[in-house]
C-alpha cells in the first residue's frame, strides 16, 4: 500500500463558503478567534489578543440615571501631547480621569444615536445627530475646566459679540464665534458691489463692506429682514470702529470728483435711524469718500437670522476631512446632500457650499476619501444611482480689494459626478490600506480602478471582497449596524458580537478583481451575571506607532484589546482550527493512519497547552485525542502524517499518536486552552 502525506501549513485564513471536503488546504474551513501574528518572525497562526474592561458605567461614582448607558461614542481629544479620552454612555458625555473615581461627566443631554468627531486646531469636534459641538480644555488657574459648546449656539455668540466695543476688543475677529464672511464688496450706499464671501450659516452675522460718497446718509444693506437691534450693529469707517449710539469723532481727508485738492474734515458718526425691514440704515451725517478711488472704508457688520440654516450641519451624522476642508452629511432633511466648510475652517459653512447627489428619497448612507476623490456611497433602495463623486475644482472670480486693486481669487468647488455600482451601500465604507470598500446587501465591496476617467463604467469597477466569509457574515442579523476599524493592517467588522477581520498582506486573484483572506472571532464582548453583553462599538486610535483598538456594549462597558493580554478580562478565550475534510485527493481508496503518529511542531509560549481532536467520515462529532502541556499552540503549518506546524525560531515538536482506521477523509482539529 502507498503511503500518501499531506502538510497543511502557510494557512492563509478561513473560507466558510464552501462545505469543509472541498477548502484547500492552506485555508480552514472553521477557525475562530485566530489571526496570523505579523509580529512574529514566522507570521504564525496564533490566539487572538485578550482585551481588559477600561471601563464599566454600571459601576461608578458618577451619577447616571437612567437605563440606557449604550456606548454611543469614543472620542478622542489630543491636548499638548497628551491624550485624553471622551465617552458617549447614553445621553451622557464622560470625560475619562485617571482612575474611575475622576471620571467626569461634561454634558448629560446628549443624542442617543451615533456620534463622531474629529479633531482641528486643538479643539474636538462632536456630531450626534442634534447638535454641532466643539470640546477643549481650558486650564484656569490649576484647575481643568472642561468646555462644550455648541458651534451655532446663538446664546454663546451673542455673548461674544457684545465683547465688542471697540476699546478692549475692536474686531470680530478677536471674538471666540464662526467666522463672519464679507457677503458684498466695494458697495455703493444704495446698492450693488461686488458678491465676495458666503453666507455662514453656523452665524447670524455678516459684514457688507461699502464705498462712501460723502453725499448719501442712508446705506442699504444686501438683503433684507435684519435684526433692527442697535447693539447688534457694528460700524468702522477708514478703519475706525464707531459708536453707533454716542457718535465717535474722525478726521478724514478726501478728493472731490476731478480736483486734486485734498479736503480735510472732522465729524462726529453714529446711526440715527434703522429700517430693519428694508434693510437700511440711516447715519446722523454722510460718510465720507475713500482717499483712494474704489477703496471699500466702511465696514457694516449685522445680524440676520434665518430660520434652519444651522440644522443643516447639526443634524449630520457623517463627517470627513478632504482637500482640507471639512464634509457633513446624513442629515435626514436632506438625504442627498452634503455640506462643506471653507479651507481649513470647520466652523464656516457657506450657504451655498452643497451639493445634492442624486435624488432625495435615497439617503447618503457614507463618506469616504480615497486619494484624491470624495465618494459618495447611498443605499440604492429605490432603484437610483448608488455611487456618487467628487474631484476638486478650481476657476477664478476677479474681485476689488480694500484698496481699490483688482485681483483674481481662486474659488474651489466639488461638482458632483456619478459613478458605477450595482450595489447600494447599507451601511460603512472606509479607505482600507487604499482600497474603498463598502457594505452592501451582498457583502463587502470595493472599488478597482486605476483611472477614473477609464476605468469608472468598466464591468469589474465593483468588485468583491468578502466572497470566503460571506456565508456566515450575510447571515448575520442587523447586518447593515456592522460597524468597521482598522487595526494592525486588519479591517474589522464587528456586529453581533463577531468580528470580521480582511487582511491588507494577504490576497488573492478572483476573476478580474482580487479578494481578501479573511479572519473570525467570537464572544467580543462582556459576561455579566450569566448575561452576555455583546460588543456593539468599535473604535480605533493609533498614537505614534502604537495601535489601539476599543469596542463598547449596549450595556455600559468599555473594552480595550492588548497584546500583552491573552485572555478576555480574564476569561481564557476559546480558539481553534480545523483542517480541511481531507481524503488526500484519492477519493476511491479507504486509508490508514501511520502507526507512529504525527508530528505537531509549535513555538515557545509559557503556560500554554493545546488539545488535539479528529473525526473522519464515519463519525460525525470530533473525538478528543490528547492535551499537550507545551509551549503554546503558535502555528501555521500542519502535516498529517507528518503532523506539523512551522514557528518560532526555538520549535517543540510535539508526536500525537492517532490511529484512523478504514477512513475515505479525516478532519483534525487543534484547540486551545480555552
Not at 505579523?38 to 487572538?48: F, G, H, K, L, P
Not at 449710539?245 to 479736503?263: C, L, P, R
Not at 471653507?342 to 448612507?365: C, F, K, R, V
Not at 498529517?640 to 477512513?663: E, G, H, M, R, S
Request: proline share 2%; glycine share 8%.
Amino acid at each position: 500500500m502507498a503511503q500518501v502525506t499531506r502538510t497543511y501549513e502557510n494557512i492563509r485564513g478561513v473560507d466558510f463558503s464552501k462545505e469543509a471536503r472541498n477548502v484547500i488546504v492552506t485555508r480552514s474551513p472553521d477557525m475562530v478567534n485566530m489571526w496570523k501574528d505579523y509580529n512574529s518572525d514566522d507570521e504564525a497562526i496564533v490566539t487572538r489578543e485578550g482585551f481588559n474592561i477600561v471601563r464599566d458605567f454600571n459601576n461608578t461614582n458618577l451619577a447616571l440615571q437612567g437605563i440606557d448607558k449604550k456606548i454611543y461614542g469614543i472620542h478622542f481629544f489630543e491636548d499638548t501631547g497628551s491624550n485624553h479620552r471622551i465617552y458617549h454612555v447614553g445621553p451622557y458625555l464622560i470625560y475619562e480621569g485617571s482612575s474611575i473615581e475622576n471620571d467626569e461627566i461634561i454634558s448629560s443631554g446628549m443624542n442617543k444615536k451615533k456620534s463622531i468627531s474629529f479633531m482641528y486646531n486643538k479643539k474636538l469636534y462632536i456630531l450626534d445627530g442634534l447638535n454641532y459641538y466643539r470640546y477643549y480644555i481650558k486650564n484656569e488657574g490649576n484647575n481643568l475646566s472642561h468646555i462644550l459648546e455648541k458651534v451655532s449656539d446663538s446664546t454663546r455668540i451673542q455673548t461674544e459679540f457684545n465683547k465688542l466695543d471697540g476699546t478692549t476688543v475692536t474686531s470680530d475677529s478677536e471674538l471666540d464665534i464662526p467666522f463672519v464672511p464679507i457677503t458684498t464688496m466695494s458697495r455703493a450706499p444704495l446698492g450693488g458691489g461686488d458678491v465676495y464671501q458666503q453666507i455662514n450659516i453656523l452665524s447670524p452675522y455678516r459684514k457688507n463692506a461699502f464705498i462712501g460718497d460723502s453725499t448719501n446718509k442712508v446705506y442699504s444693506l444686501d438683503t433684507t429682514g435684519i435684526d433692527g437691534n442697535l447693539s447688534n450693529i457694528k460700524v468702522w469707517i477708514n478703519d475706525t470702529y464707531i459708536d453707533v449710539v454716542n457718535g465717535t469723532a474722525i478726521s478724514y481727508s478726501y478728493q472731490a470728483d476731478g480736483s486734486s485738492e485734498v479736503t480735510f474734515e472732522t465729524k462726529s458718526f453714529k446711526i440715527s435711524s434703522i429700517d430693519a425691514a428694508k434693510g437700511t440704515i440711516t447715519f446722523n451725517n454722510a460718510p465720507p469718500k475713500p482717499l483712494t478711488l474704489g477703496e471699500s472704508n466702511i465696514i457694516i457688520l449685522f445680524k440676520k437670522e434665518i430660520s434652519g440654516y444651522a440644522d443643516r450641519i447639526n443634524k449630520c451624522t457623517m463627517s470627513v476631512r478632504f482637500d482640507n476642508r471639512f464634509f457633513f452629511s446624513g442629515n435626514d432633511t436632506y438625504r442627498n446632500a452634503i455640506f462643506h466648510s471653507e479651507l481649513n475652517n470647520p466652523e464656516y459653512i457657506g450657504d451655498l457650499n452643497y451639493y445634492q447627489d442624486g435624488a432625495d428619497n435615497e439617503a447618503i448612507t457614507s463618506l469616504c476619501v480615497g486619494g484624491n476623490v470624495l465618494w459618495v456611497f447611498k443605499d440604492g433602495r429605490e432603484g437610483g444611482t448608488n455611487l456618487y463623486y467628487h474631484t476638486a475644482s478650481s476657476s477664478g472670480i476677479t474681485l476689488t480689494d480694500s484698496t481699490g486693486n483688482t485681483y483674481t481669487d481662486t474659488k474651489k468647488s466639488y461638482p458632483m459626478k456619478t459613478g458605477k455600482s450595482s450595489f447600494g451601500a447599507i451601511g460603512f465604507s472606509c479607505n482600507f490600506s487604499d482600497d474603498i470598500c463598502f457594505l452592501t446587501g451582498k457583502g463587502i465591496y470595493g472599488l478597482q480602478y486605476s483611472d477614473l476617467s477609464s476605468d469608472i463604467y468598466s464591468e469589474n469597477f465593483v468588485c468583491s471582497r468578502s466572497k470566503n466569509v460571506n456565508k456566515k457574515l450575510l447571515g448575520e442579523s442587523n447586518f447593515g449596524d456592522a460597524e468597521a476599524m482598522e487595526y494592525k493592517g486588519y479591517m474589522c467588522i464587528l456586529v453581533n458580537g463577531h468580528m470580521y477581520l480582511a487582511d491588507s498582506r494577504a490576497t488573492f486573484k478572483q476573476n478580474s478583481g482580487f479578494e481578501y483572506e479573511w479572519f473570525y472571532f467570537e464572544h467580543i464582548g462582556i459576561e455579566n451575571e450569566g448575561d452576555f453583553h455583546e460588543a456593539c462599538y468599535l473604535k480605533s486610535f493609533t498614537k505614534g506607532d502604537e495601535e489601539f483598538l476599543y469596542f463598547g456594549t449596549k450595556y455600559g462597558e468599555i473594552g480595550l484589546f492588548n497584546g500583552d493580554t491573552f485572555s478576555d478580562n480574564g476569561v481564557g478565550i476559546e480558539s481553534y482550527l480545523t483542517t480541511k475534510a481531507d481524503n488526500f485527493d484519492i477519493i476511491n481508496h479507504l486509508k490508514n493512519t501511520n502507526k507512529r503518529g504525527s508530528i505537531l511542531k509549535v513555538k515557545t509560549i509559557p503556560n500554554s497547552s493545546l488539545r488535539v481532536y479528529v473525526r473522519n467520515n464515519k463519525k460525525e462529532d470530533y473525538k478528543f485525542i490528547t492535551q499537550l502541556s507545551t509551549t503554546g499552540f503558535d502555528f501555521n503549518s500542519l502535516d498529517f502524517a507528518n503532523f506539523t506546524f512551522n514557528t518560532d525560531k526555538i520549535p517543540n515538536y510535539l508526536i500525537v499518536k492517532n490511529k484512523q482506521k478504514k477512513f475515505n477523509e479525516v478532519q483534525y482539529k487543534i484547540a486551545g486552552e480555552g
